[in-house]
């Protein structure tokens, strides 16, 4: 299918029905042999089966495929790529300046939520062709997951949904039953769509109906990271791809449409372009066969630094902070840690002292954000997470 769109790809279509032009030209990527004529099918290792290094990951072979491919930190280059105009990106030489820039920022728009569909479902069907012995690896969630869906040493992080998610869940489920004008009113493109599965209802970060802020904070995923290699990862995109078809066919589009084909392999070809980058960098580390404390005597490990964090707890303080972006302090008294303050990239907006909040993001140092000295100053910490997802519990 990938074939019978090139032509309109090297002819610099732009992709104006799916959301707003959103190709770049032709010449300035290349175009790797898998991103016209898919992945060759790989053969598990292990005849019916292979073990896990742990119950949450992939089979043990699909891991080495994606750390020989650098996909993992090529995803996640993407992923800091667009956040290059939120505040951080001068302190990400890696990810930003290095490739054509994404027409809007995460969360800006329709244009990064079809980027947002795009890039996932370009990933996803790639690695069903690769693994096609792991269907199953791949499939979708039948609804939004509860605690018993999840692998059992995730089920202790798993909390339950906010109602906001439980809404937004809803109207998933509910999409192929609402009258088509009713679907175009909420979301009038694809793009809008996206963004709304990404992003939520509110404008310029994850609010608290993000389906895919929920999925990221919820049981310690770290989807935004190098961890393509997690089960429920997939399991998640799946569920949201496949709301995206439901979305399509509603339309009376179909998935070997030329327009999707030609934007799939323009994802193809970033994620590529992406992982000949990542390879020098050296991103795809082992990780420790002991677990990094991320607490020491109540206070962030230093040897914490760029761990994925999911926390719990309760607003004591807000404050502004560097670059107009706001500092929130929650108490922590449920993992006996002392208090810990966190900002975002996206504007932290409905936040009240007593709030409980659920986050998830990376422990950072206060002088990585704001090399003056003055935020570590002010917070009193050397260290604060920079959260990716924020949601609140009542």
Sequence with gaps: ??????????????????????????????LPAECSGGFAPQAPAVAGGASR??????????????????????????????????????????ACGQLPAPAEDICQGPQDGLAFLAMHRHLLHSLRAAWPSYLDEWASWRRLPE????????????????????RA??????????????MLARWPTEGA??????????????????????LLANAGLDLASQRLDSRLLWRHQAWLDRAWDVYRAKLGQTPDDPQLQALLIQQCQLHSAWAQRAGPLNRQEPRPHAPV??????????????????????????????????LVKLDLHLLAAKPLWFTSYAPLVGIQPGDRLRIAGQLQ??????????????????????????????
């Design 147 to 166: 605690r018993s869906d999840y692998p059992a040493d995730l089920q202790n992080a798993f909390t339950p949904w906010p109602s906001a998610v439980l």
């Design 293 to 326: 404390p991320l607490f020491e005597q109540g206070a962030p490990s230093p040897k914490g630094v760029g761990a994925w964090l999911s926390l719990s707890g309760e607003v004591t303080a807000l404050s502004s902070g560097p670059g107009g972006k706001w």
């Design 193 to 214: 769509f996206g963004q709304w599965l990404q992003c939520g209802t509110t404008a310029g970060g994850m609010a608290a109906d993000s389906l895919y802020g929920a």
């Design 1 to 30: 299918m990938r074939l019978k769109a090139l032509g309109l790809l090297l002819a610099g279509v732009l992709l104006l029905g799916l959301g707003g032009p959103v190709a770049w030209a032709e010449a300035e990527l290349p």
């Design 53 to 94: 290094r742990a119950a949450g990951d992939l089979p043990a072979e699909v891991s080495r495929w994606l750390a020989e491919r650098h996909w993992s930190a090529a995803y996640a280059l993407w992923q800091r790529a667009r956040r290059c105009q939120s505040g951080f990106g001068a302190l990400d030489p890696d």
């Design 365 to 394: 140092p206060a002088n990585k954000l704001d090399p003056s000295g003055q935020l570590a100053a002010q917070i009193q910490q050397t260290h604060l997470v920079l959260a990716e997802a924020v949601q609140h519990l009542r």
């Design 169 to 182: 869940a809803q109207l998933v489920d509910s999409l192929r039953s609402m009258p088509r004008a009713q």
